[in-house]
């Protein structure tokens, strides 16, 4: 019997998704819940499981395909074992429709932007954008697409909609309002042009290589220019003297490790001395929509990770009900998660705040960009003995060596002032050089 395969819900907002890695091939036989596809999103990769023993019958949708939601991307023979069972079936497996035939759209290297050339067609809208659009009396054929075969996601929407400047020509003229001297044109940022037409070299030792972007890159990519277009970004550092955490950590790291089966790392430190900070500035917390400010009466800290397929940022919601254990525990869970591209879509939603830790690749120093709608990110980075100044019990200054980290604090100028995001990293640094202070809040 034929059994098809077929692209599951992988979140709320997703309609649509690329089809990956097929890890099974054609008359290949599977049992029952063996991965048979990667089904790859703008967040996260899932693997579809085989619905039954059998075989792989026919791939209707090959890696890079796109998919919408409930779509049949493949088929399978239930009972079957292998090539010969596959070939042996009782009825072949549906054929599925013809697409319908489209005109070939210009790739970028050819200089074409399919959806900006006039007389062509509307791009494909989301229905997300598609509300926008409508809401806003925006023509589709104005925003630039960006989504995977020319799609028009929510995202460019947005994106245009940050963009858009108000037309004095748009109002229309009173008959009798007196005449009006030209207004100035308003000031716009030129879209940027595209790229030149260009082959890829195939001359002998200097080969290149065209690779789509995955959605995870993609939407990566699509976050990181919001954030520069949308936000008023600013970067403020500071140092912090590692010395009573290393300490701290040397002294109990055997007894934590043997209690709770978890090494107890520094990020845990971070977490806890972050938690106390957005308390004490809950600007930092909150978040711009619209012209209002939503402030947030929890700390959903995200951590960025790299993962097999790029970085992720799960979360560990309500953070400040968690000890130094369950931190760890979590951080090492997501961690082993995301480097076998098996994240779950929920872990990676929300958040209030992000700590990024560059640190653990080497980065001295940094500026981290916020993930909106979050109006702050704290940026880690690597520990190095530096010759320091210091007061000594008598009073008296002298130098010292002492294992310094920079830290770098990014954030949303429009919510946050300078003051406030200043005192915030102080905080952060009191608390890692007094790590008491954690345990007596103060």
Do not use: C
Request: glycine share 8%; hydrophobic share 40%.
């Amino acid at each position: 019997m034929s059994v098809e395969l077929i692209v599951p819900e992988v979140g709320e907002s997703i309609t649509e998704v690329e089809i990956g890695q097929w890890l099974k091939t054609e008359g290949q036989a599977v049992s029952k819940d063996d991965p048979v596809v990667e089904i790859e999103t703008d967040k996260v990769t899932l693997e579809l499981p085989a619905p039954a023993d059998g075989a792989i019958a026919r791939i209707t949708h090959p890696q890079g395909a796109s998919a919408k939601v409930g779509d049949i991307i493949g088929y399978m023979e239930e009972g079957a074992s292998g090539a010969a069972g596959a070939a042996t079936a009782d009825a072949p497996p549906p054929q599925p429709e013809p697409a319908p035939t489209e005109e070939p759209e210009p790739s970028p290297l050819d200089g074409g932007v399919p959806d900006q050339v006039p007389g062509r067609p509307d791009p494909r809208v989301m229905p997300a954008a598609a509300r926008l659009l409508d809401q806003h009396g925006v023509a589709a054929a104005d925003v630039e697409a960006t989504g995977p075969g020319g799609r028009l996601l929510k995202e460019d929407v947005e994106r245009h909609l940050a963009w858009r400047r108000p037309d004095p020509t748009d109002a229309p003229e009173s008959p009798r309002a007196a005449p009006q001297p030209a207004p100035a044109p308003a000031q716009t940022i030129p879209a940027p042009l595209p790229l030149p037409p260009r082959e890829l070299s195939t001359e002998p030792g200097r080969e290149e290589e065209l690779v789509p972007m995955t959605p995870m890159r993609r939407k990566i990519a699509a976050n990181l220019v919001q954030a520069q277009q949308t936000g008023a970004l600013l970067t403020t550092f500071n140092e912090v003297d590692m010395t009573e955490v290393i300490s701290l950590r040397a002294r109990h790291k055997d007894a934590f490790l043997k209690k709770y089966d978890i090494k107890l790392g520094f990020m845990s430190f971070f977490v806890r001395a972050t938690v106390d900070a957005l308390r004490e500035f809950p600007a930092v917390n909150a978040e711009v929509r619209g012209t209002d400010i939503i402030y947030k009466n929890y700390q959903d800290i995200g951590i960025a990770i790299g993962g097999g397929k790029g970085l992720v940022v799960p979360i560990l919601r309500n953070a400040e009900r968690m000890g130094f254990a369950e931190i760890e525990k979590k951080i090492a869970a997501y961690a082993q998660a995301a480097k076998d591209n098996k994240i779950k879509l929920e872990d990676l939603q929300g958040g209030s705040f992000t700590i990024t830790n560059g640190g653990i690749y080497g980065s001295m120093l940094s500026t981290p960009i916020i993930n909106p709608p979050q109006s702050g990110v704290l940026g880690m980075h690597n520990i190095v003995k530096r010759p320091v100044v210091v007061t000594n019990d008598r009073g008296v200054d002298e130098i010292v060596i002492r294992p310094m980290m920079y830290l770098a604090l990014t954030y949303d100028h429009r919510l946050v002032d300078g003051r406030e995001a200043v005192s915030f990293l102080v905080r952060i640094k009191q608390n890692i050089e007094e790590p008491s202070r954690l345990v007596m809040e103060v």
